[in-house]
C-alpha cells in the first residue's frame, strides 16, 4: 500500500529525492514518516510530518539537509535530500501512523513500504 521510488547510487555532495506513493487507501488522517537502516545496524528514524503538513520533525543527523513535503491531493510524501553523504547510505523506508502524533519509533507506524536503495559514494 506505500510504494517508495526514487531510490539509486549519487555522489557525495550530490540530492535525490524519494518518494513514496499510497495506493489501495489514502491517508489523509495519518502522519507520515521516512526512515532508513543500513547493513547491520537498526532502522533509525529519518523525518516525519503531520497530515496536515504544518507540522515536521527530523533527525538530528538530517536537519538542514533533508525535507519531507507531502501532497495530500497525489497521495504523496516525498523526502528531498541535498548535501548528500555516505553515511546516509542506506535502504529508507516510507511508514504511515495513524492520528498526527509525530513519532521516531518505528513501532508507532501501522503501515510500511518495502523500501528502496540509496548509496552515497565518496
Known amino acids: 500500500q506505500l510504494v517508495e521510488s526514487g531510490g539509486g547510487l549519487v ?4 540530492a535525490l529525492r524519494l518518494s513514496c506513493a499510497a495506493s489501495g487507501r489514502t491517508f489523509l ?13 537498526e532502522r533509525e528514524f529519518v523525518a516525519a ?23 495530500n491531493a497525489k497521495n504523496t510524501v516525498y523526502l528531498q ?19 498526527d502524533r509525530l513519532s521516531d519509533y518505528p513501532r508507532e507506524y501501522d503501515y510500511w513500504g518495502q523500501g528502496t536503495q540509496v548509496t552515497v559514494s565518496s
Not at 535530500?81 to 492520528?99: F, I, Q
Open 11 to 14: 555522489q557525495a555532495g550530490d
Open 49 to 71: 510530518i503531520s497530515w496536515t503538513g504544518g507540522s515536521t520533525y527530523y533527525a538530528a543527523s538530517v536537519q538542514g539537509r533533508f525535507t519531507i513535503p507531502r501532497d
Open 29 to 41: 488522517a495519518y502522519a507520515r514518516g521516512w526512515f532508513r537502516q543500513a547493513p547491520g545496524k
Open 81 to 99: 535530500m541535498n548535501s548528500l553523504k555516505p553515511e546516509d547510505t542506506a535502504v529508507y523506508y516510507c511508514a504511515a501512523a495513524r492520528g
